[in-house]
């Protein structure tokens, strides 16, 4: 069998950005906090990780692509939560966020993590940010780092 390509779960010598939204912010704090356990449980240094806050969702895609095409950073991660109950325009902020979120990883070639919860209600926001094991912080800057390894791999 052809040998397969992985990238490892090992984020020393790797600079990552993050980019959080501060609405909701009890619910982004978690997820923050899940991604940085992640980052240090698995060998990244503090100065190469580089966390800016935004408003809302809507503000991470033009935050993200800043990121992503200064070539600083092997992953950009990005963190909101949007709640559909909270907003008429659930749609058009959770939907613009995804849509950019996607085109800034295609058309810079950096891994853009989509951290953002796109939930129904407060509680499905707390249950998937605080639980520690099932932190969907800590997930977001696994996928970071096995992308950024991967990547390279693939060029
Ligand atoms: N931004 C969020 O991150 N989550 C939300 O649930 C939300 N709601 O409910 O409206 C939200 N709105 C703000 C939006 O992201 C922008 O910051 C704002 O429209 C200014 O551009």
Redesign the pocket.
Known sequence: MSPVQTGELNAAHLSVAIVA????DFI?TSLLRGAVEAWESHGGAADRLVIAR???????PVAARQCAASGRFAAVIAF????RG??A??DF??GE?ARGLARVALDTGVPVMFG?LTVETAEQAIQRAAVRAGNKGGEAMLGAIEMANLLPRLA
């Open positions: 939204a501060r609405f909701n982004v935004v408003p809302g969702a809507f503000e991470l909101g939560c949007v709640i909270d907003t325009h659930f902020v959770a966020c953002v």
